[in-house]
């Protein structure tokens, strides 16, 4: 499922893509990967799988 993310002025920002798993994937508005949510070890990563922290916190990488 995708769900579109957009500014107050509803031009498009990035996207977050969850499969079946559960995983997400935060893609910017070009669709380029900036990185990913894995909800089994409640862990954020970067496009380089680097934990930036732990949570959901794709949406501080746009």
Known sequence: ???TL???NHHVIGYIDTEFSGRQTLRD???HVLGYYEPQW???QDS???VIGH???LTTLL
């Open 6 to 8: 957009q500014d107050r």
């Open 29 to 31: 508005s070009n669709n």
């Open 42 to 44: 409640d862990v954020t």
């Open 1 to 3: 499922m995708r769900r």
């Open 48 to 50: 380089n799988h680097h």
């Open 55 to 57: 949570g959901n916190l």
